[in-house]
Structure formats: C-alpha cells, structure tokens
C-alpha cells in the first residue's frame, strides 16, 4: 500500500529554501526584527545563519514558525 501525502507543509523543504524565502519575503532588517537573533542582524547571510539555525533548535523553531505564517497570509490574501 502507498502512504497518503505528507500534510506537513515543512515536508520536502531545505532550512536553506525556507531562509531564502522569509528574506525575499520580509528582508533581513525586518527578519531580524521579528526574529531578535544576531545572525539576523549584524552582517547577515545566508550560511552563517544556516550554520547558527541547524545547531539551536529554538531558533529553527522560531524560523519554521515564521515560515508557516507568512504561508499562511499569502493563502489568505490570494498570493501564492
């Protein structure tokens, strides 16, 4: 028998994919505002943020929370 769908809306995505789509959604200063995480704020990028979110589960948790969100406006607003 096939397993159903996975209903996860994290299934199948990169922590990578999911940084890079908050900062084109919002940018670094308003991430880092929302987010009160250095990376966030003092010289970001992407891998050094990658490196400090894969090694603190609260903050990953922060951003994965974030995430489902903004997915979440953009289904109620009508963007995809």
Sequence with gaps: MK?????DPLH???LETILN??????????LGRLINIRCFQADPSVSSSLRFLRKTPW??????????????????????
């Design 12 to 14: 199948g995505l990169t």
């Design 59 to 80: 903050a990953r948790e922060k951003v994965e929370g974030l995430y489902l969100f903004m997915l979440r406006e953009r289904r109620r607003s009508g963007q995809s």
């Design 21 to 30: 789509e908050l900062v084109a959604g919002y940018g670094w200063p308003e």
């Design 3 to 7: 397993k159903p769908p996975s209903q």
